[in-house]
């Protein structure tokens, strides 16, 4: 049978795509090759969030074709994800040896495609066609095969999508509008993987908060009613009056309720979620991280800015006070929650006082670790048309100042775990130096320790005995066995 290579650019949504999408393929049959240039198929599951990362796909496309004429005549090519998706046919008119071009509804067709193209039934295919439920069919896992190892760690989509349009992002055009899974069909793709072996699951999708907002969440026969969240803002003010508030009693939003349903599976040690939005943490959200144990004291809250003007003009739908009221609560409730955030550097208009603000809000917060991206206009967004872009140099500069805070904050966050005793899961050996094995705090550190292949899949206590950049050092004579 056929070898394919699958390249991933991008997010860990695209990331989960490609492993659904190589384990399909595996299971009709086909083997994962280790490189293009032994690939019967080369497929580049693409990114779209920057112009340059579309760029970049283009460019190895380039070359891998270029390459393969010479050395594997009759290899095909394909692109898949959000490229694919906005781009098209417009693909194939400028690198005419592409063979298939694979939307972000498409990612289960590819095995499909790919038999016709190799039987030589169709010369190319390009679908980028909206497809009702392809929400539900990235499923499969590649747990014990070539690329993964005995994983402990698994990552589950739970919806496809997003319907909050903020001005400087591509996603809502690339993948849609929100579509969910539904809470059976999720639960029993993760009782499978912890059979297998998993021991933390991470529910996955653009904005897991907003999971179930639109749609029927228990459709499975004899599952509660459905019930329909039209907006999780409704669950945030214990005083606003709310369809959602019965007699005073918190209602549970869909998202908390599929928690509650993962949390139930015996075997499950952890659960985590990526990417939430800061205006899906509701009192019910909150409050479930103090009641279940499982859902680990870790939330990744992207902020953007700390400027409410700039906020407004990102349409994020909430403000500084709102947001610092959530990190409060979170908190309040999960004393030492690990607690991580993206921010946007240079935003169309964003004066120095904004800045400021951003600064102040770091400092207020104390991030235990930050993401920062440097503005750059992105086409067909509408901040790409905004007036006031900014001069690179002033975003440079920026980024430079507030990477140099987020750095200072975090080495103070980390230091104050040495000489501490902590529960990390063991991953498998370290990415940097696979001599020794690396493990993950609940609040979502890396811990690095003189470990054996045999403690994979332990939950450990490690005594901390160091700090490197954002990592932290266990002594393993003090492993706990
Ligand atoms: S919430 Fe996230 S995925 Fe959705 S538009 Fe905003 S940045 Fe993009």
Request: hydrophobic fraction near 35%; aromatic fraction near 6%.
């Amino acid at each position: 049978m056929p070898s394919v290579y699958i390249k991933t650019y991008g997010c860990q949504m695209n990331e989960r795509d490609s492993e659904a999408v190589a384990a399909q393929l595996v299971a009709k049959g086909y083997s994962l090759a280790a490189s293009e240039h032994v690939a019967d198929v080369v497929l580049l599951n693409t990114c779209s969030v920057r112009d340059n990362a579309e760029q970049t796909a283009l460019n190895k496309m380039t070359s891998v074709i270029g390459l393969g004429k010479k050395e594997r005549p009759g290899q095909i090519y394909g692109f898949m994800g959000c490229m694919a998706q906005s781009r098209g046919k417009e693909l194939i008119d400028r690198l005419p040896d592409v063979d298939l071009v694979l939307g972000t509804q498409k990612f289960h067709r590819a095995a499909e495609y790919l038999d016709e193209l190799l039987a030589g039934k169709r010369e190319r295919i390009v679908d980028t066609a909206d497809e009702q439920g392809s929400e539900g069919t990235i499923k499969e896992h590649l747990l014990n095969g070539a690329a993964k190892d005995k994983a402990v760690t698994a990552f589950v989509s739970i919806m496809q999508g997003c319907n909050q349009y903020c001005t400087f992002c591509i996603v809502p055009y690339t993948r849609g509008e929100e579509r969910s899974r539904t809470i059976p069909d999720i639960v029993a793709e993760c009782r499978q993987l912890v059979a297998q072996g998993v021991k933390e699951i991470t529910l996955l999708g653009q904005i897991v908060t907003s999971y179930g907002r639109r749609g029927d969440v228990w459709t499975a026969a004899g599952s509660e009613a459905p019930r329909r969240f039209q907006d999780a803002t409704e669950l945030h003010d214990a005083k606003a009056p709310s369809p959602l508030r019965s007699a005073g009693a918190l209602q549970k939003s869909a998202f908390v309720q599929l928690i509650e349903a993962v949390h139930e599976i015996e075997g499950l040690e952890r659960i985590r979620f990526t990417s939430p939005h800061p205006k899906g943490y509701g009192d019910d959200l909150v409050e479930a991280y103090a009641r279940l144990p499982k859902l680990v004291e870790s939330a990744h809250l992207p902020v953007q800015s700390g400027s409410d003007r700039v906020l407004k003009l990102m349409h994020r739908g909430y403000t500084r006070a709102r947001y610092l009221e959530v990190i409060r609560k979170l908190r309040a409730a999960r004393p030492g929650i690990g607690i991580t955030s993206d921010i946007i550097v240079g935003f169309p208009g964003e004066t120095e006082a904004d800045f400021e603000e951003t600064l102040s809000l770091c400092r207020e917060v104390e991030f235990d670790n930050a993401y920062l991206f440097k503005y750059s206009q992105r086409k067909d967004t509408p901040a790409a048309a905004m007036p006031d872009q900014l001069p690179e140099p002033i975003i440079e500069e920026r980024h430079a100042r507030l990477l140099e805070l987020i750095n200072e904050i975090g080495k103070r966050k980390y230091e104050t775990f040495v000489g501490r005793q902590t529960q990390i899961l063991v991953e498998g050996p370290s990415r940097k130096n696979s001599a020794r094995m690396s493990g993950r705090t609940r609040c979502n550190k890396i811990v690095i320790f003189d470990g054996s292949e045999r403690h994979r899949g332990q939950l450990l206590d490690v005594k901390i005995t160091r700090v490197g950049s954002f990592t932290l050092y266990g002594d393993p004579a003090i492993v706990g066995l």
